[in-house]
């Protein structure tokens, strides 16, 4: 037991000033792989290590600088990309920070190249929407801190939200049932989001766009 903790606090000493890290990030603790996976569960029970996926961890000293720092929300945005990427902050999530939904949501909403993900961890709920690659763009890059976030502008976000939702809104009313603020557009967003209805092309998207009635 007395290995283990000398161990353990090599390990912490090792990622506590990391925002996320992965087993491989471990392996300089000079142990094997297999006692590092078993460490790092062990970890998670003691509340030392916060589990975000399979493999990928970070630690609850980073959790209360971050709190403490009042930095929590970047991290987790930034968090919430690097857990599944590529991938970038859009729909739900986007929407409701530039005005344009009034409910607050439960999750990180974001759109990925990979496959439709989600994982649910101690930090929250991460939803992931797989798109065609021609349709992963529209978002920017912002640094804060050591953080890079990727996130939708609203034009972007807007036609995301819509985009996943396309097959559910059949007619003017199913529209007007999701309580989209469009006046907070800008005429550049509404210009911006034309382009994204263009790029997809189909008929679908456009008939949907002509109900919004937002020219």
Same mark, same amino acid.
């Given at each position: 037991?007395?290995?283990?903790?000398?161990?353990?606090? $090599? &390990?912490?000493?090792?990622?506590?000033?990391?925002?996320? !890290?992965?087993?491989?990030?471990?392996?300089? +603790?000079?142990?094997?792989?297999? @006692?590092?996976?078993?460490? +790092?569960?062990?970890?998670?029970?003691?509340?030392?290590?916060?589990?975000?996926?399979?493999? #990928?961890?970070?630690?609850?000293? !980073?959790?209360?600088?971050?709190?403490?720092?009042?930095?929590? =929300?970047?991290?987790?945005?930034?968090?919430?990309?690097?857990? *599944?990427?590529?991938?970038?902050? =859009?729909?739900?999530? &986007?929407? *409701?920070?530039?005005?344009?939904?009034?409910?607050?949501?439960?999750?990180?909403?974001?759109? =990925?190249?990979?496959?439709?993900?989600?994982?649910?961890?101690?930090?929250?709920? #991460?939803? @992931?929407?797989?798109?065609?690659?021609?349709? !992963? /763009?529209?978002?920017?890059?912002?640094? $804060?801190?050591?953080?890079?976030? @990727?996130? +939708?502008?609203?034009?972007? +976000?807007? !036609?995301?939200?819509?985009?996943?939702? $396309?097959?559910?809104?059949?007619?003017?009313?199913?529209?007007?049932? /999701?309580?989209?603020?469009?006046?907070?557009?800008?005429?550049?967003?509404?210009?911006?989001?034309?382009?994204?209805?263009?790029?997809?092309? =189909?008929?679908?998207?456009?008939?949907? *766009?002509?109900? /919004?009635?937002?020219?």
């Amino acid at each position: 037991m007395r290995n283990e903790e000398k161990i353990s606090k $090599k &390990v912490i000493k090792l990622v506590e000033k990391l925002p996320y !890290f992965s087993i491989g990030n471990l392996k300089l +603790a000079g142990v094997g792989s297999e @006692y590092l996976r078993i460490l +790092a569960v062990r970890m998670v029970k003691r509340g030392d290590f916060i589990r975000i996926k399979k493999g #990928f961890y970070t630690t609850k000293f !980073f959790v209360d600088k971050m709190r403490s720092e009042n930095r929590y =929300s970047e991290f987790l945005e930034s968090l919430a990309i690097e857990t *599944y990427s590529p991938s970038y902050l =859009s729909l739900d999530y &986007v929407l *409701y920070q530039n005005n344009l939904l009034t409910e607050l949501p439960v999750n990180f909403t974001l759109v =990925s190249k990979s496959k439709t993900a989600s994982f649910n961890n101690p930090l929250g709920n #991460f939803i @992931y929407h797989k798109i065609k690659d021609t349709l !992963f /763009l529209g978002f920017k890059v912002e640094k $804060k801190g050591e953080f890079l976030i @990727y996130r +939708a502008t609203v034009a972007k +976000a807007l !036609f995301d939200f819509l985009y996943f939702r $396309k097959d559910l809104l059949i007619n003017k009313e199913t529209i007007k049932e /999701l309580r989209l603020n469009l006046g907070e557009m800008l005429p550049e967003d509404k210009k911006e989001f034309k382009t994204y209805i263009d790029l997809e092309g =189909s008929i679908k998207m456009k008939e949907i *766009y002509d109900k /919004l009635g937002i020219d």
